[in-house]
């Protein structure tokens, strides 16, 4: 009887112990499934967001021109003919446009019709044609077929990027624009180009003139400003802070405040840069110098935590072995520990420079908000950075910068993954093992 009772409790174990393996193998199944889950909920979320972006955008990298045949009419722009510069640069460049398009598409068309056919080429086509007459004056008298970029309304008809049906409410051109678009295809007067000036420009009112370069540049100046501060103060901090601060309250105060500055919303650092750099040390508004400090800031905390990491990775034993050779702490950090953690610092350095490059509300506080056309010659110059001009593009009310929002973003994201391709080659090259 006993025997029988130990054979039925022990049945009754495993049977349990058969359950709650089960339970837990179920568990696990449904822990797998729901990471799974996750997973593929994020990258979807991210392909939707990169393919709007995308499908908004990459028409951003293309320019619709119109082919038209100009007579450089003495009359108009040298009428003394004594070939003055500034003469030439003051000719009405605009007329000859409208005369060349109401000769190929209205030759009897009134004012209005005139109108309507100067708002299908941009104001660039006069600019480029008084660039063309000032490089070489003796095209005046004579005749020439020029691809003219069109306005930002055709633009965006012609590329689908908004309604064509002649007749429809909410048309960006009119009916006769329309036909005379129809025209312009029917006889191959009409193309989409490589959009040069988007990468060759500055900001623009007129979308079809907007380009990128000048925030390029100004990215350019604050980030080099940001990393000729950050990285040396940030590589001295953390070697002292690893090597040879002593082990105290006061040191475990400063490393608690560097950790919690990692976290700090970053329009806090513009906060701080508006009351010290510009109200106090006075530096120039909108300027990458005061940007570049304001990202400085930012970066500090990243690249000492990174640094203390690649420092604490060095063994324990290079440092006794260059010890028992006599070398001095200065020498043993400087000659050997150092170089190995390098790699590592750099890797954070560059992490946090891809931070900084997308950081836009600090930048807005201290004012890179501003409307700059102009291409900045120094750190000293007002300029916007690629964050901020597609935030100012962002907000504009013209459909043509959805378009230029969507590929600036593009380029943006193309300099992030970018830089944080350099720092997974870089840790992947220089990386050891111990």
Same mark, same amino acid.
């Given at each position: 009887?006993?025997?029988?009772?130990?054979?039925?409790?022990?049945?009754?174990?495993?049977?349990?112990?058969?359950?709650?393996?089960?339970?837990?193998?179920?568990?696990?199944?449904?822990?797998?499934?729901?990471?799974?889950?996750?997973?593929?909920?994020? #990258?979807?979320? *991210?392909?939707?967001?990169?393919?709007?972006?995308?499908?908004?955008?990459?028409?951003?990298?293309?320019?619709?021109?119109?082919?038209?045949?100009?007579?450089?009419?003495?009359?108009?722009?040298?009428?003394?003919?004594?070939?003055?510069?500034?003469?030439?640069?003051?000719?009405?460049?605009?007329?000859?446009?409208?005369?060349?398009?109401?000769?190929?598409?209205?030759?009897?068309?009134?004012?209005?019709?005139?109108?309507?056919?100067?708002?299908?080429?941009?104001?660039?086509? #006069?600019?480029?044609?008084?660039?063309?007459?000032?490089?070489?004056?003796?095209?005046? =008298? =004579?005749?020439?077929?020029?691809?003219?970029?069109?306005?930002?309304?055709?633009?965006?008809?012609?590329?689908?990027?908004?309604?064509?049906?002649? +007749?429809?409410? +909410?048309?960006?051109?009119?009916?006769?624009?329309?036909?005379?678009?129809?025209?312009?295809?029917?006889?191959?007067?009409?193309?989409?180009?490589?959009?040069?000036?988007?990468?060759?420009?500055?900001?623009?009112?007129?979308?079809?003139?907007?380009?990128?370069?000048?925030?390029?540049?100004?990215?350019?100046?604050?980030?080099?400003?940001?990393?000729?501060?950050?990285?040396?103060?940030?590589?001295?901090?953390?070697?002292?802070?690893?090597?040879?601060?002593?082990?105290?309250?006061?040191?475990?105060?400063?490393?608690?405040?560097?950790?919690?500055?990692?976290?700090?919303?970053?329009?806090?650092?513009?906060?701080?840069?508006?009351?010290?750099?510009?109200?106090?040390?006075?530096?120039?508004?909108?300027?990458?110098?005061?940007?570049?400090?304001?990202?400085?800031?930012?970066?500090?905390?990243?690249?000492?935590?990174?640094?203390?990491? #690649?420092?604490?990775?060095?063994?324990?034993?290079?440092?006794?072995?260059?010890?028992? *050779?006599?070398?001095?702490?200065?020498?043993?950090?400087?000659?050997?520990?150092?170089?190995?953690?390098?790699?590592?610092?750099?890797?954070?350095?560059?992490?946090?420079?891809?931070?900084?490059?997308?950081?836009?509300?600090?930048?807005?506080?201290?004012?890179?908000?501003?409307?700059?056309?102009?291409?900045?010659?120094?750190?000293?110059?007002?300029?916007?950075?690629?964050?901020?001009?597609?935030?100012?593009?962002? +907000?504009?009310?013209?459909?043509?910068?959805?378009?230029?929002?969507?590929?600036?973003?593009?380029?943006?994201?193309?300099?992030?993954?970018?830089?944080?391709?350099?720092?997974?080659?870089?840790?992947?090259?220089?990386?050891?093992?111990?």
């Amino acid at each position: 009887m006993t025997e029988m009772t130990e054979i039925t409790s022990a049945v009754r174990t495993a049977e349990t112990v058969a359950a709650r393996l089960n339970r837990r193998y179920a568990a696990e199944r449904r822990f797998r499934l729901l990471g799974l889950a996750s997973i593929v909920l994020s #990258a979807g979320f *991210l392909v939707l967001l990169l393919g709007t972006v995308i499908a908004k955008g990459w028409t951003g990298f293309l320019q619709t021109q119109i082919a038209v045949e100009v007579a450089f009419d003495p009359q108009v722009i040298d009428p003394d003919g004594n070939r003055a510069p500034e003469v030439l640069d003051t000719a009405d460049y605009p007329a000859l446009v409208r005369n060349a398009l109401a000769a190929r598409l209205a030759p009897d068309a009134d004012r209005g019709t005139r109108r309507d056919l100067s708002a299908m080429v941009s104001t660039m086509g #006069a600019e480029q044609m008084r660039r063309m007459v000032a490089a070489n004056p003796s095209v005046i =008298g =004579g005749r020439a077929t020029l691809w003219l970029p069109a306005s930002d309304k055709l633009d965006m008809v012609y590329k689908g990027q908004a309604p064509r049906e002649v +007749g429809a409410d +909410g048309n960006a051109l009119s009916d006769r624009q329309l036909g005379w678009l129809a025209e312009l295809e029917k006889t191959g007067q009409i193309r989409k180009a490589f959009n040069v000036q988007f990468f060759t420009g500055g900001d623009s009112r007129a979308p079809e003139q907007a380009g990128i370069w000048g925030a390029v540049v100004g990215s350019f100046f604050s980030l080099a400003v940001t990393l000729l501060i950050s990285f040396p103060l940030g590589v001295a901090t953390a070697v002292y802070l690893e090597e040879f601060a002593p082990k105290n309250r006061w040191t475990d105060l400063i490393e608690v405040n560097i950790n919690n500055l990692a976290a700090v919303p970053s329009v806090v650092f513009g906060l701080l840069g508006l009351a010290v750099f510009l109200n106090v040390f006075h530096l120039p508004r909108s300027s990458p110098v005061a940007g570049g400090l304001v990202l400085a800031l930012i970066c500090l905390p990243t690249i000492i935590i990174a640094g203390r990491a #690649a420092l604490k990775a060095v063994p324990p034993s290079i440092r006794q072995a260059a010890a028992g *050779l006599g070398a001095s702490p200065l020498q043993i950090v400087a000659h050997h520990v150092l170089p190995l953690a390098m790699p590592g610092m750099l890797t954070g350095t560059i992490l946090g420079m891809a931070r900084a490059l997308g950081e836009t509300a600090p930048l807005l506080m201290i004012g890179m908000v501003a409307f700059i056309v102009d291409i900045p010659k120094s750190p000293l110059d007002p300029s916007a950075v690629l964050p901020v001009q597609i935030y100012l593009w962002a +907000g504009s009310s013209e459909r043509a910068f959805v378009e230029k929002t969507s590929a600036a973003i593009m380029v943006l994201l193309l300099f992030l993954v970018a830089m944080n391709m350099a720092a997974i080659m870089l840790r992947k090259k220089f990386e050891r093992r111990w």
